[in-house]
């Protein structure tokens, strides 16, 4: 399969615990990437593997996976998070690249 | 520090072609999968194709017949062409280091993205 699927926009309390979603048969086989794109940037990797985290990615993020479906969980929401997330890996074929169609984060 | 830059005209005719290079330093491009993206404006982000450290690409089927990689190693910099572009085609686009590990396979360094704007 050559689709990721997100919920389109997702809301937390500032301080509170959010969980993003990201659905597809190729997460089968290989575990999910995030991304946080903030207004006129690049996306910047936060979650990749098996919940892994690159330098200067604050531990309130984390990933898990279960089945066809990745989390991207934020513990304790700041306002600097609200942004766009985006899921992605390869294909179940490995052959190409896919992404979810993103997840706007607003933290009220 | 890896970077990576793109380089290329912000503007493009319609049914012309799009040149893009991206110049990567930090790193020698003899490695891993260097990936173009693009976003259109308001959209989310789409696929376009990578080239491998030993010159194999795949791209998007939606954009297979109009998308050709091509990598300089000696330059270290790898390139997008795409042929008779559209409006459809307006984007910013990115290009992107991607690595491979036991369990998949991530892109670790973007470039900034540059804006493509097709217009007559």
């Known amino acids: 399969s050559s689709e990721l699927t997100q919920d389109p926009a997702v809301s937390v309390a500032l301080g509170q615990t959010v969980r993003i979603t990201c659905q597809g048969d190729s997460l089968r086989r290989y575990y999910a990437n995030w991304f946080q794109q903030k207004p006129g940037q690049a996306p910047v990797l936060v979650i990749f593997g098996k919940n892994r985290r690159p330098s200067g990615i604050p531990d309130r993020f984390s990933g898990s996976s279960s089945g066809d479906t990745a989390s991207l969980t934020i513990t304790g929401a700041q306002a600097e998070d609200e942004a766009d997330y985006y899921c992605?890996?390869?294909?179940?074929?490995?052959?190409?690249?896919?992404f979810g169609g993103g997840t706007k984060l607003t933290v009220l | 520090q890896m970077q990576l830059q793109e380089s290329g005209p912000g503007l493009v005719k319609p049914s012309e072609t799009l040149s893009l290079t991206c110049t990567v330093s930090g790193d020698s491009i003899t490695s891993y999968y260097w990936n173009w993206i693009r976003q259109s404006p308001g959209k989310g982000l789409e696929w376009i194709g990578y080239?491998?450290?030993?010159?194999?690409?795949n791209y998007n089927p939606s954009l297979n017949s109009r998308v050709t990689m091509s990598l300089d190693t000696s330059k270290n910099q790898f390139s997008l062409r795409v042929t008779s572009m559209t409006a459809a085609d307006t984007a910013v686009y990115y290009c992107?280091?991607?690595?491979?590990?036991?369990?998949?396979?991530?892109?670790?360094?973007w470039g900034q993205g540059t804006l493509v704007t097709v217009s007559s």
């Open positions: 992605n890996s390869r294909d179940r074929s490995g052959n190409s690249v896919i």
């Open positions: 992107a280091r991607e690595v491979p590990d036991s369990v998949g396979y991530y892109c670790d360094f």
């Open positions: 080239i491998s450290y030993s010159g194999i690409s």
